[in-house]
């Protein structure tokens, strides 16, 4: 067992928020009618990509009835479809689509973390949920050779700059700001950028398109390897 799938073990068998714990559990217990038949992840969720991977995604948590139903991050429901879809374009992903975890689905060269791991009532972890949830996070980053951050809306992106600094990375004062393409500079070569939430809000009004997301995954190409082009990866 490597390092990283010791750490994805822990994370799965973590109960230190109650709140989270009790309501990630009554999520799988109750169920989405449309999801009856489903048996319920009901679980922090770890990771999931390429352990060699440059590009690190730094997402918010999983959402009730995604990825705390499939067991795997951004899996199971419309922002899931929408980042999968062009990460796919960009050629980090093998498919457009993310059903389950037995659905074939592969990344390269990239991988998806989270601030927070359970799903939150609301989509909004607290403050002090996010805390003890951070050590995952700073572990998670240690074992991947990340180039490029790319944070999904301005809690990813908090969490992103408050994991580089509790490890000893300067990112200057004051915190840079959050904003879509946002884009850091960080010592060591590497980068941080932000884009907006793939959350189903921003996509179906239009905050963000696909276009949109498209320009910010040639910058992180470009960024990756002084090129726009796609690797030849996949067929």
């Known amino acids: 067992m490597t390092k990283l799938e010791k750490l994805h073990k822990e994370i799965v068998a973590c109960t230190a928020c109650p709140r989270l714990v009790e309501w990630r559990e009554e999520v799988a217990r109750v169920k989405r009618r449309a999801y009856r038949d489903w048996n319920y992840w009901g679980r922090p969720v770890p990771g999931f990509g390429d352990p060699k991977a440059r590009l690190v995604i730094v997402g918010l948590a999983p959402a009730a009835h995604g990825a705390n139903r499939t067991g795997r991050m951004f899996t199971g429901d419309r922002s899931g479809d929408f980042l999968f879809a062009g990460l796919h374009r960009a050629g980090f992903a093998n498919q457009p689509t993310s059903e389950h975890r037995d659905d ?48 999904l809306g ?10 580089l600094e509790r490890t000893g990375v300067a990112v200057g004062s004051p ?16 980068t941080l950028m932000g884009c907006y939430h793939v959350s189903q809000q921003n996509t179906q009004t239009g ?23 796609m690797p030849s990866v996949f067929p």
Not at 175 to 190: M, T, Y
Not at 211 to 224: E, G, H, Q, T
């Open 175 to 190: 915190r840079p700001a959050f904003g879509h393409g946002a884009e850091v500079a960080l010592p060591g070569g590497r």
């Open 104 to 151: 074939g689905l592969a990344l390269t060269d990239a991988f998806i973390v989270a601030a927070a791991r359970c799903a939150p009532p609301d989509n909004k972890p607290l403050p002090d949920e996010l805390a003890r949830c951070a050590p995952f996070l700073d572990r998670e980053m240690a074992l991947l050779p990340a180039r490029v951050l790319l944070a």
């Open 154 to 163: 301005a809690i990813g992106w908090n969490a992103a700059l408050a994991s």
């Open 207 to 229: 905050r963000l398109t696909p276009a949109m997301f498209d320009a910010v995954m040639a910058r992180v190409r470009v960024l990756l390897t002084g090129r726009g082009e």
